[in-house]
């Protein structure tokens, strides 16, 4: 019979939720939901120098926004599940533990070489233009008469060490080629890729599933459990997302920055997650919009692929616009963009879920919202580029003067005053367009903005009259 799926999403509190992070947690979720499995989120803070205070509270807030939630783990500062605690800096004495097994079994040594002697050793493979392999020959020949403060290393066999990722294929690695590399550091923490083989080891994880960067690591990963005759769990390396250039490496520049970032600037959590699992995943076909729910029932491991993937920040806009336009309800829209206008926007709110819906298609992200309906609220500043905008200043005036008599004591609706609009552009002998397009400017203080009738109806017909009254006034002087 099958292990029961146990996959664990295992960050280092190092500073940011970053996007290849952030990927890296959904399909852990992702894997682990499709096959009724157990999500686990594992605090990876043994790196002490590393560690950025928090920065563990930014995790739960990324997954939480993202929906993913574990089902074991640190999470809200409490211990979930049986197989805690889940923090690795609480754990130290199972590493110790297994460290002194490794001593006893002859597998592991202590490594008393001293920094200068380190550095020459390492210093001569270079000039002799070998690779650096640490092997127990460097050690000095006189050791100190106790082990305390030392670090211990694993004494890495000969022979091959052969595995078969999920994603990469098989691969077969020489020992030779694998450092003794320190599995407990001086200070009696644990090296990160000592505690991650015991951690998922003894949290009976059946699929580890991470970034690409630890690839290199895996040999190191396989040995140990090898050594420790325990099961290896089965190893799913993910693409390497590349930056919008699909060259370099994805840099902050291009976007990789923390995950809640991604929130202030407006995007919604349903389509970051259907972006992030589109970079290196899809379903076999050419589909590119997903539930979550959707996604768990799609989601198979062994169509992620291992050619990069390239991170476009554009795609994510467009996608985003989509879940804004069709992805979420008018209302759940409108509640959503309450953190992101001004408070005073919201006193009439049937107001401003009309205007919402008016400009729902041009808001790509939900930090636009306030930029696009600022109009509404604020009388319009007019730019000098403005006023070079306008095609002819003449038809403006005349367009604009007769406007304002048929808005003066208008109540009609947006039929009507169609059909007055048209017919005064008509009678005048100017183009329709020009005219709507001169009202757009005085009415908004933009050239771009929701149709023009429905936007003197909500702007108001009195507050579309003493705007256009004001532009005249500077237009008549340009
Ligand atoms: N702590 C590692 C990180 O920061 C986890 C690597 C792994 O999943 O094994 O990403």
Redesign the pocket.
């Known amino acids: 019979m099958n292990k029961p799926v146990r996959v664990?999403?295992?960050?280092?509190p190092?500073g940011l939720l970053h996007i290849g992070?952030a990927r890296?947690a959904l399909f852990n979720y992702l894997f682990a939901k499709h096959h009724n499995g157990t999500f686990i989120l594992r605090i990876?803070d043994t790196d002490r120098e590393r560690f950025v205070e928090g920065s563990v509270e930014q995790i739960v807030d990324g997954l939480s926004w993202l929906g993913i939630e574990p089902d074991e783990g640190f999470w809200n500062g409490e211990h979930i599940g049986k197989h805690g605690p889940y923090v690795q800096s609480h754990r130290l004495e199972h590493y110790q533990a297994v460290a002194q097994q490794l001593i006893d079994q002859g597998l592991a040594y202590y490594s008393y070489i001293s920094n200068e002697d380190f550095a020459k050793a390492k210093q001569d493979a270079i000039d002799r233009k070998q690779p650096f392999v640490y092997r127990e020959e460097f050690e000095p020949k006189q050791k100190p008469a106790a082990s305390d403060g030392y670090p211990i290393r694993l004494r890495i066999p000969k022979g091959r060490t052969k595995w078969s990722d999920i994603v990469y294929g098989d691969f077969d690695v020489d020992n030779a080629t694998v450092d003794d590399f320190v599995i407990l550091k001086a200070d009696g923490y644990p090296t990160?890729n000592f505690a991650?083989v015991i951690d998922?080891h003894m949290m009976e994880i059946s699929h580890?599933?991470?970034?690409p960067?630890?690839l290199p690591?895996t040999p190191k990963?396989a040995i140990l459990y090898d050594l420790l005759e325990w099961v290896r769990p089965k190893f799913v390396h993910v693409p390497v997302i590349l930056g919008p250039d699909g060259k370099k490496k994805l840099s902050k520049r291009d976007g990789d920055v923390d995950l809640m970032d991604y929130k202030k600037q407006g995007f919604l959590p349903e389509a970051i997650v259907n972006f992030l699992v589109l970079l290196g995943w899809n379903d076999g076909t050419e589909r590119e919009f997903f539930t979550l729910e959707e996604l768990v029932g799609a989601f198979d491991a062994t169509r992620i692929q291992r050619s990069p993937a390239k991170f476009d920040i554009e795609r994510l806009r467009w996608m985003n616009g989509h879940y804004i336009r069709e992805g979420i309800g008018l209302q759940d829209l409108t509640e959503r963009l309450v953190e992101y206008v001004p408070q005073d926007w919201l006193k009439d709110e049937e107001y401003f879920i009309d205007l919402v819906a008016l400009d729902r298609e041009r808001i790509k992200t939900l930090a636009d919202a306030q930029q696009l309906l600022e109009f509404f609220f604020v009388d319009p500043h007019y730019s000098p580029e403005l006023f070079a905008a306008l095609p002819d200043k003449d038809a403006a005036i005349t367009g604009l003067t007769a406007t304002l008599d048929i808005l003066e004591g208008f109540s009609g609706g947006h039929h009507e005053l169609e059909k007055a609009l048209r017919n005064l552009a008509e009678s005048h002998n100017i183009a329709a367009g020009k005219l709507f397009g001169a009202l757009r400017i005085a009415i908004t203080g933009r050239t771009q903005a929701p149709g023009i009738f429905d936007t003197i109806l909500m702007v108001g017909t009195e507050r579309s009259v003493e705007r256009i009254r004001r532009f005249l006034s500077i237009l008549r002087k340009q």
């Open positions: 664990r999403f295992a960050p280092s190092t992070s890296a990876e990160y991650n998922d580890v599933i991470r970034g960067e630890f690591s990963h």
